[in-house]
Each structure stands twice: as C-alpha cells, then as structure tokens.
C-alpha cells in the first residue's frame, strides 16, 4: 500500500497544536478549572504537514476541513498551495464548529468506496466522531492510521484502539509548525 490518503480536522491540529507550544514554553494553567493555555503565535506549516504526513508514501488526495474564523483567505489558500482541497465551514450563531467532522467522514467514504485498491487512510485528529470513517475503511481492506496530538486522545479510547497505527504528532511538532511572533512576551 504505497498510496495514501491524508484527511485533515484544521482546528484540531491547529488548537491542540498552540496548546503543545504553550506547554513546551513552560506556561501553565492558574487554577486547575482553566483552560489549558495557548500559544497565540504557532501556526501551521502545511507543506511540511503533507511531507510528514506522507511519509514518501504517494498521496492520492489531501483534504483539509476547516471553519470560520480566520476569514482570511491566506491562511486556507497556504493549505490548497500544499497539495490540500480545502473545504471551508461558518460557525453556528453560538461560534462553534459545525460539519467539520461529518464532511470529512463524507468525503473520506466517498474516496474510499471509489478508489481502485484499498491503501492508506491518514486521519489527522483523535475524535471518536470518526470512528464510522475508520469502520468502512476497514470493511474495505484498507490500513487506518491516526496522527494526533496526546493530548488530545487516549491511547486506550476507542478511536486509538481502532485504527491500525496511531502516531503522535508531538514527534513532528517543530517541523509542522511556525512560530510568527515571540509568546510569551518577555517582561524586563
């Protein structure tokens, strides 16, 4: 199975990411009812995201589903310059991700059910909501593979327990990621 395809959750990878960089830079949460900081300034490096992903591997295709915000069209047009078909959703009125997930799930069975031999699915976050995706690639003799942050899965839940390969993107952190400013800023 030298082929592969590469499904990416943007906000997945994205938000677990800056979490990853705030912890490797020290900060910590105040109180253990807060969310776990952030690091503002790293962002995505797509191209090398697609490198790592690939593993030399031959990519039949790359999606990446995001949502709004960012408006700013750079930021899913640096993923389409990667080698991505990007697909874009708005919030609910509530600002929160809607579809994300599902027109993954979709896109991913639609590769799946008319590629002409099974190869590798690389499903890019550790959401149980892909559970479903994971199952018809399987029925269909295809290797499952899932690259997300540790902290954002449990290498003994269901969705780590289901996929043929897990693989931490903590290992590629530095090469998958940017940082476009200095955080936190240094008090004199």
Known sequence: ???????????????????????QKGALKSSPLDRDPADPSWRINFGE???CLA??????????VGSR????????DAARVSGFVVTVHDRNSLNQEKAVDTELVAQ??????SAPEPMTLIIVSGDR????????AHRRGWFVEMW????????????????DRVQPLDLVFHS?????????????
């Not at 082929?3 to 705030?22: M, R, Y």
């Not at 915000?69 to 899913?76: A, E, L, Q, T």
Request: aromatic share 10%; glycine share 4%; net charge negative.
């Open 129 to 136: 909501d892909f559970l479903p995706l994971v199952n018809v």
């Open 148 to 163: 997300a942050f540790s902290s954002s899965f449990s290498p003994n839940g269901i969705m780590a327990t289901s996929v």
């Open 1 to 23: 199975m030298s082929d592969c395809v590469i499904l990416v959750d943007n906000s997945n990878v994205f938000i677990e990411g800056q979490k990853f960089s705030a912890r």
């Open 176 to 188: 998958i990621g940017t940082h476009d400013f200095e955080w936190p800023i240094p008090t004199s």
């Open 69 to 76: 915000p960012p408006k700013n069209d750079s930021v899913w």
């Open 55 to 64: 593993q030399d591997r031959h990519i039949h295709a790359a999606v990446l």
């Open 108 to 113: 991913g069975t639609e590769i799946i059910c």
């Open 49 to 51: 995201l697609i490198i």
